[in-house]
Every structure is written in C-alpha cells, then in structure tokens.
C-alpha cells in the first residue's frame, strides 16, 4: 500500500488545503502527520515542542512518516520538517512525492500570525527565510516533480495536480 501521492513544503506551501481538495477530487482520503503525531502525542504540536522538546517532536514524526507511507493509500501531507530527517527521505524514494514550492513572500501571508506552529513563535519572517534556504535543496531532492504555487490558490494547485495524476504521470527520478 502506497499513498497517491505525498505533500511536502515549508509551512505555508499549502499542503493541508491542497491535500484536501486533491483527496476529494480524487474521492480518498487525507492524511496529515502532523494530525498523527498530535493523536500520538494526545496534545497539540505547540505543547509537544514547550514540553518534550523539538527532537522529541522529530522522533513521533519519523515513526509518523514510517507508518503512513506504509500503511495509507490517500493523500498523505508531511510537516514541513520532514524532510530534514535523512531516514524519512530514504522513505520517499519510490513514492510520488509532490513539491509545493513557494517563495518567502507568499509563505509569509499565508502562515499569518499565531497559527500555532512554535518554529515561527518569535520574527517568523526571518525563520521562514532560513527554514526555506535550508531546505529547499531536500525537498527538491525528494520530489518527484514540483509545483509552483506562489499567486495561486489552492484550487489552481489541486487541479494542476490532480492533471498530472490523471495522465498518470509514474513517479521516477
Ligand atoms: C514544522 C512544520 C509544521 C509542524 C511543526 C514543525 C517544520 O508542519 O510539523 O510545527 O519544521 O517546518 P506544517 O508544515 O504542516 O505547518
């Protein structure tokens, strides 16, 4: 079992709202392991970090990562940090990995104020532009292709993936 495809991106990329309507397109469901990790945890993503530490946090998310790609046959959206673990992106490989590109202007408004996500607690216009040049290079590593999303929404982005899943483009790197 393998799911349709994965999401990845920084936070703000989309990958929750696209995922939804990439699912109900395709009439599967979504997954989301930061959900998973939350359910794991039995508390929200915030209170894991201020209480168990982030590397607490990154080791639910690798067993989170683990189970889902192995188990979930839907729309599967990883957190944006996923990718930094170098076990989950060996986990990738084969899968159809989509990369929600975005710029730091467009992640800026899109991640808002107070979304509870802890990384971006304190001057989250400065995270986001250290989270995204450290990243960027992983998640294109990961990616079987990617989609840009900067000046859409995300029904323009579903619709541009749930294209490409409908010619049935194969995974392959
Ligand atoms: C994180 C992204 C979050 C969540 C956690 C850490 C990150 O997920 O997993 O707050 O390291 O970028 P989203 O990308 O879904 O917001």
Redesign the pocket.
Known sequence: MAPVCVLV?????G??STGLLVAKGLGVDFR???SD?EATAGKP??EI?VDDG?EH?RTL?RAAVATALASFDGVL??????I?AEENRAALAGHRVVYLSVELSDAVKR?GLG??????AINPRATLKH?LDQ?RPLYAEVATWTVVTDGRTPEQVADEILAELAGDRQPGR
């Open positions: 991106g920084v936070m703000g990329a990958k929750t989301d392991t930061d990790i993503i915030p970090f982030e946090f998310e959206a990883l957190g944006g940090g996923a930094l991640v979304t509870g996500r802890p990384l971006l989270l990243r």
